[in-house]
């Protein structure tokens, strides 16, 4: 059936998939900052973690890396979106730094070089092999592998709403932009026939559904209002 559609179809839907996708990404990557205007008002981190901030830096990292001409062609909308990304997240994690205690902050400015670490290393890694499809291939496996480690993240939430029969811990909007954003870079991937984008969002696409359907089945069961979209380390 694709075959039967001409090129420049693919490419206007292609692009608007993912401009629309780094429009629903800057909503996700925003979603802490109720966080953050609770930890300046404090003026301490509480019981937050710093974890899924690193986590997400590192994602956008290695995604920003697999979306530049150097390794993928035509992927510059990857690119924008997770170099975006990674400028909030170091942003969030020089907040957290500041305002931790001097434990979390060695611990924070220590995860931080390591990321910054294994990033090079896989800059340079990467910049070693010679043949263009072969160092698409690794990358790709690489931000594959990143960003359904990040779509799982849901999966202790998800538990814990079926648990406590409660949607206190799973933000609605956060859910939805994340539910937005997997489904148009799914599209963005399957219109530039890119597995690497369209595996992985397409499985961020499923979970979304999940937390969406779960959402509305205990938001109206419990009547409650849902809380603020803090991002908490349950582990």
């Known amino acids: 059936m694709f075959l039967s559609i001409p090129p420049d179809t693919f490419t206007i839907c292609r692009d608007a998939a993912g401009v629309a996708g780094n429009i629903f990404a800057f909503g996700l990557f925003a979603s802490p900052i109720p966080t953050f205007r609770r930890i300046i008002r404090n003026r301490t981190t509480e019981q937050f973690s710093g974890?899924?901030?690193i986590y997400a830096l590192l994602n956008c990292l290695i995604c920003t890396w697999y979306g530049t001409?150097?390794?993928?062609?035509?992927?510059?909308?990857?690119m924008t979106v997770n170099s975006i990304g990674a400028v909030f997240q170091i942003?969030?994690?020089?907040?957290f730094i500041v305002y931790a205690d001097n434990?979390?902050?060695m611990r924070m400015l220590g995860l931080l070089l390591a990321v910054f670490g294994l990033l090079a290393i896989i800059i340079a890694g990467s910049l070693q092999i010679v043949d263009r499809e072969a160092r698409w291939i690794f990358v790709g496996l690489l931000s594959c592998a990143s960003l359904i480690?990040?779509?799982?993240?849901?999966?202790?939430?998800?538990?814990?709403?079926?648990?406590?029969k409660s949607v206190e811990f799973m933000p609605f909007y956060l859910s939805l932009s994340t539910f937005l954003m997997s489904t148009s870079f799914f599209l963005y991937g399957v219109f530039n026939f890119d597995a690497f984008i369209y595996v992985p969002n397409g499985i961020g696409t499923i979970l979304g559904i999940v937390q969406l359907?779960?959402?509305?089945y205990f938001r109206r069961k419990s009547g409650e209002d849902s809380a603020e979209p803090l991002i908490v380390s349950h582990s």
């Open 69 to 78: 001409p150097i390794i993928s062609y035509d992927n510059v909308p990857v």
């Open 51 to 53: 974890l899924p901030y």
């Open 149 to 164: 480690s990040m779509f799982a993240s849901p999966l202790f939430i998800i538990n814990l709403v079926i648990r406590t």
């Open 103 to 105: 434990e979390k902050k």
């Open 91 to 95: 942003a969030y994690i020089i907040l």
């Open 213 to 216: 359907a779960l959402y509305f």
